[in-house]
């Protein structure tokens, strides 16, 4: 009977070797990273209720105002302001708000006139409202995404200091039916898994537009976008990874902070999503990039080594011992996993994502790389939401 150790059987030893290599990569990040989020318990924080303005960036959003925009003017919260930027609506946008600021002192309205011969995305928009509000403390979020709750914006201020210049939060999908629908979620789930475990392990690197809190004097600190003005996405994440530090950032995973958008209901609406969305990772800082870049690479070769080491035993006919410990070591990995998720994704709200967790993230990382090589031969310029 041949063994897996023999020095004759030196691939199959070398696939074992980057076998065992991946699988402590990546206990490393659950147990180091992820277990943060899973195990997060919420702490007893100083109470500070700031003025806030709330910037909306709005295009053609006549369908989803009259539903969302009322939740956000309606927070329980003593002193805001919540800036809706019209930017170039071609429907009725601009009337829906005309008649919601007859009812609400506290909205006020920017319009962004089309300029044929200047074309814009959406962090001009982005720049007016932060420029138009008057207020320090700056919550965002999205035209077509609403606060699950009206103590949101208090959950959100709760967290701001004289040392603390960034509110991370987190922004669900709405739930529909579907495996599509359910696997938008789960990449969603799985984004926000690292930015706020990496934030609560002193390296925060991004956030997301749809439930982002920072301070006026922060942005013009660090000159706005101006070093990444020419990409078309990363009015959030690309600000947030070159203005967040281990002592200003803070996170908040409280329920009633949650937001939830609209979501893409066909694939070809969510691939051109996330198509856009990679265009801004290369722009990260290398720490960031390295750190976000082991983790996926980790993931895929554990997956292809374990099935290649399952067929060498079968072809070679080794000891079936030798099986037994690499299926230990695989259920070690896959039940530490599997628990660090469940336990994220009851902090977030996501439980219905456990039972398809695992085929999701095979999925995800055929399809990140195709995607990727698929950016090399399709651009488009437009304005669009993160």
Request: proline fraction near 3%; hydrophobic fraction near 40%.
């Amino acid at each position: 009977m041949k063994s897996l150790f023999t020095p004759e059987l030196s691939i199959p030893f070398i696939l074992f070797c980057f076998f065992c290599l991946t699988i402590l990569v990546l206990l490393w990040y659950y147990l180091y990273y992820f277990s943060r989020l899973a195990f997060y318990k919420e702490t007893d924080s100083s109470i500070n209720y700031p003025p806030t303005s709330i910037i909306i960036c709005a295009k053609n959003e006549d369908h989803n105002l009259p539903e969302f925009l009322p939740l956000v003017l309606e927070q329980d919260y003593s002193d805001f302001e919540v800036v809706v930027v019209d930017d170039c609506s071609s429907d009725n946008t601009s009337d829906v708000l005309r008649e919601f600021e007859k009812k609400y002192k506290h909205l006020r309205t920017i319009t962004i006139k089309e300029d044929k011969k200047h074309h814009h995305g959406k962090k001009f928009a982005v720049m007016v409202g932060i420029k138009g509000a008057k207020f320090e403390h700056l919550l965002f979020t999205d035209g077509d995404c609403k606060p699950i709750d009206n103590q949101w914006l208090k959950k959100m201020m709760r967290n701001f200091s004289t040392k603390t210049e960034i509110v991370l939060g987190y922004s669900k999908y709405e739930k529909l039916p579907g495996f599509l629908n359910k696997l938008i979620r789960f990449d969603t789930f799985n984004i926000a898994l690292e930015y706020l475990s990496f934030a609560m392990a002193g390296t925060p690197y991004m956030g997301v537009g749809r439930n982002l809190a920072y301070k006026k004097s922060l942005f013009f600190k660090h000159k706005g976008f101006a070093t990444h003005y020419h990409i078309e996405s990363g009015d959030d994440d690309l600000f947030i990874n070159q203005a967040a530090t281990k002592n200003n950032t803070c996170v908040e995973i409280s329920p009633e902070s949650f937001t939830i958008s609209r979501v893409k209901k066909n694939w070809k609406g969510w691939i051109e999503q996330k198509r856009r969305h990679l265009t801004t990772w290369t722009e990260y800082k290398s720490s960031d990039k390295i750190r976000l870049g082991i983790y996926p690479f980790a993931q895929f070769f554990f997956w292809i080594l374990f099935i290649l080491l399952i067929i060498l035993l079968q072809i070679e006919k080794m000891d079936q011992s030798e099986l037994y410990i690499i299926l230990s070591m695989f259920l070690l990995k896959t039940i530490t996993q599997l628990i660090i998720f469940k336990m994220a994704m009851d902090k977030l709200k996501e439980k219905d994502l456990f039972v398809i967790s695992l085929i999701a993230e095979v999925f995800l990382l055929g399809f990140y790389p195709l995607l990727t090589i698929s950016n090399r031969f399709f651009r488009r310029k437009q304005w669009k939401k993160s």
